[in-house]
């Protein structure tokens, strides 16, 4: 084995399957670039302030910039005796400047290093999460556009309820993604925190600019506290907890659409080109790409439960636990982007079997509450009105017919307060166009809704 970096005062060393074990480069070097652009602002900050002699400045930045030209190449190799990515940096750059490049360490630790490619890691990822869910949010728009008059049967506890506009169906799912990029842009104001210059816990002697560096590296605010800087990950668990959110939002609306391209709804169909087929089933068209999606929501709440347990009772500042918050973020982040855009691939390229979902609105006793509400406008309290319609309700299932097949005979029977304008009543585009209220599924509040979408989208 090499010496090590930090191997001053060590007289043995460790096994190779030691190191093995305590090695972070195997995931960390996707934070190479942040690595690098961190070790350049802190090298352009020592020299700016002269804690390091600008020459030897000159000759580390010549060295970093060369490293980061064969990064971007590909022409790096990384080892695990270098352990991480920091280290692995440092060693490249000592084996092209020679011992000057050890001045680059000076007034930095690992740890406010290793937190700072971190924050640079996820500063850069969350807007273009940002960006995928406002693709998805533009594809709701427009199908919602499509469909504020698609009546479809609305549901709770899986069963009818009430007749709703699919175009407010898909606006629902606006709405929560819209909360989703709500949480990721506050997730951005945590994020965007320099923790560099806090050192190693305790700040440093040496006269650090740390706002400096903090604007170098694009950093809005730097850590108050050194402690803090070094130890917190809340940032990384809000991106978790924000990813575990927004992917049950795509889990449910993957699990509708996987039982509404089902022979038994057949209200949507979804293109070739987001399905399989069965390597035994001739006639199969499989939803994969939505049950894959559902499937993965799975994966990032077991991130989030990992880091937070991780992170339970952990004592200040660093301990090498933290090592362990890496992998399921970059993991999340390379389960978001795609399932964000195979989501709204298979959203954008759907049909919508119209016919379908509202025949499915017409064979049923989702009009009740119409009746009920027919009865509580002509006076009967709505108590007693509820109960009269429950009492055709259980007629209509042991007669075989819906309110709307009953005769006006049958109907005053039941109450004298029924009169032949009920039926137009009881038909479903008519249940949903009526629903005026606020934030409801009449035709005019999903329009309204979508031009108010329209407008927060183009802002
Ligand atoms: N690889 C380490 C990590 O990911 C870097 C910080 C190491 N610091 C230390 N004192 N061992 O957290």
């Known amino acids: 084995a090499t010496k090590k970096l930090w191997g001053g005062r060590f007289q043995e060393q460790a096994a190779a399957w030691v190191d093995a074990f305590g090695a972070s480069i195997s995931f960390d070097q996707l934070m190479a670039e942040e690595d690098i652009e961190g070790s350049l602002a802190h090298v352009k900050m020592l020299q700016k302030t002269g804690i390091v002699p600008s020459n030897d400045c000159d000759q580390i930045i010549a060295g970093l910039e060369g490293i980061q030209k064969d990064l971007e190449a590909g022409k790096l190799t990384f080892s695990v005796e270098n352990e991480d990515i920091h280290m692995n940096i440092e060693s490249i750059l000592t084996d092209r400047i020679g011992a000057v490049a050890g001045k680059l360490h000076t007034a930095r630790s690992r740890n406010d290093q290793v937190a700072t490619d971190f924050h640079l890691y996820l500063k850069k990822r969350l807007p273009k999460i940002i960006d995928e869910i406002t693709t998805v949010q533009q594809t709701l728009i427009r199908l919602a556009e499509e469909n504020v008059e698609t009546i479809m049967p609305g549901y709770t506890h899986l069963q009818h309820a009430q007749p709703i506009s699919y175009g407010h169906y898909l606006m629902a799912y606006y709405q929560m993604f819209k909360r989703d990029k709500e ?69 449910r609306f993957c699990e509708e659409l996987s039982m509404w391209v089902s022979h038994e709804f057949q209200y949507l169909e979804l293109s070739d080109a987001y399905t399989t087929g069965s390597s035994i089933m001739p006639q199969k068209k499989n939803p994969d790409m939505a049950e894959l999606i559902r499937g993965k929501s799975g994966r990032v709440y077991g991130h989030l439960m990992g880091l937070l347990a991780t992170m339970k009772s952990l004592p200040l500042a660093y301990n090498k636990d933290l090592q362990e918050d890496k992998e399921g973020v970059f993991d999340t982040v390379k389960t978001l982007l795609p399932a964000l855009k195979v989501f709204n691939g298979m959203l954008s390229t759907v049909t919508v079997k119209a016919d379908n979902m509202k025949a499915a609105t017409e064979n049923d006793f989702s009009n009740a509450t119409e009746l009920a509400d027919y009865l509580a406008t002509k006076g009967v309290p709505f108590r007693e009105a509820h109960g009269i319609v429950g009492q055709l309700v259980l007629k209509g299932i042991q007669t075989h017919q819906n309110l709307q097949d009953m005769s006006l005979g049958e109907l005053k029977e039941a109450s004298p307060k029924i009169e032949a304008d009920v039926y137009n009543e009881l038909k479903s585009e008519v249940a949903v166009e009526r629903r005026h209220s606020e934030g409801g599924t009449g035709f005019d509040q999903v329009r309204k809704q979508i031009e108010q979408a329209k407008k927060e989208i183009e802002s």
């Open 183 to 251: 949480r990721f842009t506050f997730n951005e104001v945590h994020t965007d925190i320099s923790p560099l210059g806090a050192a190693a816990l305790a700040g440093t002697t040496f006269p650090i600019d740390r706002q400096m560096t903090a604007k170098t590296l694009g950093f809005s605010q730097v850590y108050a506290n050194s402690l803090d800087a070094v130890s917190d990950r809340d940032f990384a668990l809000e991106f978790l907890s924000n990813s575990s959110i927004l992917m049950m939002h795509l889990s």
